[in-house]
């Protein structure tokens, strides 16, 4: 699986060959085609997270892509299809202080399997958009929602990261300082959707050298820190613990 995501150039025959094929499902292949997909390589998992009491369709090394070749993946990348441990901290900070998104219009950037935004929703908030650049992801998050007895969010897949702040209450971004190109963009436009809405922005990272050592990391102010269990810890090459961390530009 590791090697599934981290696998980001291939040769250019089989490069120019997947991305035909990739084209094509992404554009051709029906919802329903990609629903079985994903319920045909993933699994129900509930129990090994911070957030037990969610249930989400991910990887397990039972799944045939968790060992699989990357270039057999017929989509983009599926960071869907990991519980990332900062948004496993993230949604389990939310589901322990329910009235942070209780009544309030949500965010869940970068929403991946849509776990933050299906936390959000279980404390009662008013309206949830999930935002993931990945049609896939939006499926998938779908599918966890049902999962969860719960109505699917609103799912936008256009990228809304340097676009006009709408007016959310609450934006949530688990583990997406993984890039400090991303993480510039990110503090730039979080920036402007404080400055227009007031919007209170939520952080979820497991202390990554991207976040820490970005200049927004001294905008921050920890709310909650969460140990890892053990198999979050393996997937995770021995990250220990996660932090929600609230942004205050002002500071």
Known sequence: MMRLLAHHRLTRYVKDCFESYRCISNSCQSDEYIRRFISDNTEIVGGQSLTPDIKLRLFTPSCRFWYERPELWPFDDPYWAIYWPGGQALSRYLLDNPAVCRGNTVLDLGSGCGASAIAAKLCGAAHVVA??????????????????????????????????????????????????????????????????????????DPGRAQFEEHGIRKLLHQLAQFELPESVREENYGLTCSSVWCYHPEL
Not at 144 to 163: F, G, K, Q, R, Y
Not at 169 to 185: K, N, P, Q, R, S
């Open 131 to 204: 935002n993931d650049i990945d049609d896939v992801a939006a499926i998938a998050t779908c599918i966890n929602c049902e999962l969860n007895s719960l109505e699917p969010p609103v799912c936008v897949t256009a990228n809304m990261i340097d676009s006009e702040p709408e007016g959310f209450d609450v934006i949530l971004l688990g583990d997406m300082f993984y890039d400090e190109a991303l993480a510039t963009t990110l503090h730039s436009w979080l920036d402007r959707c404080i400055k227009t809405h007031g919007s209170q922005v939520l952080i979820g």
